[in-house]
Structure formats: structure tokens, C-alpha cells
């Protein structure tokens, strides 16, 4: 077993501890949306989704990423009219929540209503490749951008996934497009790179990265990493969406040691304490 450390390289925009170390930031799920893997249904009314992120901020979230369409594989895609309506009161209502706001969308014309109601960062699975506008948009009103890798598109990505190194493509995925986003004009320090687990890879795939993800970090960007309920975690013990607490915590813990600064969780107080016992012990 590797010794895991937990005093990282720093990397704006994340905290830095006076020793130099990172504090790893966790990122609340806030999904406004009927159909999400792990809670769809839960949060789809405006007031419940404010609670929740309320409670995911005095939980510890520094960030909220609230989204109103769900990537889950096979997942319908849903009208601008009807994303705009599910997001942009909930970013309202929690834009005094003390967190910070991201909205998680590849629609240019969603990502401005959200930076409007007070959102200051762009969460695009797509990574600036679902919407013409989107790359533009994001440069010219500054916000913090999240470039996460994805093969295919939802309706497609889990139909035999293949990669020659899974790691060696997303990492070369994610320079593409951190190349054509500041080539856009998005500034190098407000970019956030996502491996993007579960995305068009096998659970093997999701291992793999987790693993080497020091090899992304060698892209220089912050890292975002999200196993939070992801079905891999299943394929390991059965277990469904709702029972993998346990393996969440595990591989984002995982991750935190090997170098990610922001944990896409939906069980905020969990994961707080879990990165607060690891990096006692290891810090
Ligand atoms: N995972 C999901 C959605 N957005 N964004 C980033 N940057 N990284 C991720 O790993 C990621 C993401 C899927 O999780 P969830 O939001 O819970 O499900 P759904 O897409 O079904 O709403």
C-alpha cells in the first residue's frame, strides 16, 4: 500500500494552508433535475434544492455545482427553457449561501443566465465543445472553468468503451482543450481540469486514472475529480447509487492524496470528516 501524502503542490485558485499545504475544496452536488442517477427527483423543486445546498454549505462545501440536466448515461437532453428554469432560482437563492457557485452546463446561453444570478464558475462536461458560444461567453465575463474529459456524449459513451491508455488520452483530451481555451481567451490560471469518471470508461478505466492521476497533474491546472455514487463503485460490490458512501469516500480520499483539489461529493459532511481524519493522520 502507498503512503499517501496530503501536502500537495499548490495550485490557485485553491486554499493554501500556512505550511504550504492544499486544502482540498469539497464541491456540493446540487441537482435540480427528475432524472439524476444517484437523486434525481429529490431536489427538482427550487425551495428543497436552496435547502440542500444550504445544508451542503454548513456541511463544508465551498463550492455548489448546481445543475438542472443529468449526464447520466443515456440521459435525454433537456430544452434551454426548461434547463434555465430549474437553475437559475436556485443559484438566486443560494448566492448568499457563503459558497461559491458553479453551474453545471455545456449551454452557453444557460452558463450567462446562472453567472448573472450569481454563479462564478463553468462547469461543461463537455469542455467547451457542446456549445459554439460557450468558450467566448466564459472568457469575456471571466469566470472559473471547469474542462472535463468525455468520450462521446451521454446517449453514447458507456457503449464499449476502448482506450490504447486510458490515461495517456484523457491527459492528451484535456491539453487539447486547455490549449483551445485559453486560446479563446480564457485565462490559464482560471482553468480546472476533470478526468471525468464514469464518462465513456469501464470501471477498469476509472481505476486506472484514479491511480495515476499524477501523471494529469503534470497538465499544471487544478484537478476536479468526481466518484461520488458512480456505478464503478457497484461493479466492485454490488452495491446501488444510494449504498456507496463507503466507495466514494475511499476513492475521493484517494484522490485528495494523490493530488486532486476539488471533490465533486454529494455527502459533503461525510466526506468532510473523512478528509479531516486523513489529513490529520497524514499531514
Ligand atoms: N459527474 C456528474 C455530473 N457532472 N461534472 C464534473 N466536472 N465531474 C464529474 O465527475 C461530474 C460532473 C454526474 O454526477 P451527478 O450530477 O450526480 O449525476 P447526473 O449527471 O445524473 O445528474
Known amino acids: 500500500m502507498p ?6 503542490v499548490p495550485a490557485s485558485p485553491v486554499a493554501t494552508l500556512p505550511d504550504g499545504s492544499v486544502m482540498t475544496k469539497l464541491m456540493g452536488v446540487v441537482n435540480v433535475t427528475p ?18 445546498g444550504r445544508e451542503l454549505t454548513a456541511a463544508g462545501a465551498e463550492i455548489l455545482d448546481v445543475g438542472g440536466e443529468s449526464t447520466r448515461p443515456g440521459a435525454e437532453a433537456v430544452p434551454v427553457e426548461e ?12 448566492a448568499d449561501a457563503g ?9 452557453a446561453a444557460v452558463a450567462a443566465a446562472a453567472l448573472d444570478a450569481g454563479a462564478e464558475i463553468v462547469n461543461d462536461v463537455t469542455a467547451l465543445r457542446g456549445d459554439p458560444e460557450m468558450a467566448g461567453l466564459c472568457a469575456e465575463r471571466g469566470a472559473d472553468v471547469v474542462l472535463m474529459h468525455m468520450r462521446g456524449d451521454p446517449q ?35 482553468i480546472w481540469l476533470d478526468p471525468g469518471i464514469g464518462f465513456g470508461k469501464t470501471a477498469a478505466h476509472n481505476m486506472e486514472l484514479l491511480r495515476r492521476l499524477g501523471e494529469l497533474r503534470e497538465l499544471g ?22 449504498e456507496r458512501l463507503g466507495g466514494t469516500i475511499a476513492s475521493s480520499v484517494l484522490a485528495a492524496a494523490a ?11 461525510e466526506m468532510r470528516q473523512a478528509l479531516a481524519v486523513a489529513t490529520a493522520v497524514l499531514g
Open 259 to 269: 493530488g486532486a483539489e476539488i471533490l465533486r461529493v454529494h455527502d459533503v459532511a
Open 156 to 190: 453514447t459513451m458507456q457503449d464499449d468503451p476502448r482506450y490504447d491508455d486510458v490515461v495517456v488520452a484523457v491527459k492528451e483530451f484535456l491539453a487539447e482543450r486547455l490549449a483551445a481555451a485559453t486560446a479563446a481567451g480564457i485565462a490559464e490560471e482560471r
Open 99 to 107: 459558497a461559491q457557485i458553479s453551474v453545471d452546463t455545456s449551454k
Open 83 to 94: 434547463e434555465l428554469r430549474r437553475v437559475v432560482p436556485v443559484i438566486e437563492g443560494l
Open 221 to 242: 491546472r487544478p484537478l476536479v475529480i468526481g466518484t461520488s455514487r458512480k456505478s464503478f463503485i457497484g461493479k466492485l460490490d454490488g452495491s446501488a447509487a444510494g
Open 3 to 8: 503512503v499517501l501524502r496530503l501536502v500537495l
Open 35 to 52: 432524472d439524476s442517477f444517484s437523486d434525481g427527483g429529490r431536489y427538482f423543486d427550487s425551495e428543497t434544492a436552496i435547502a440542500h
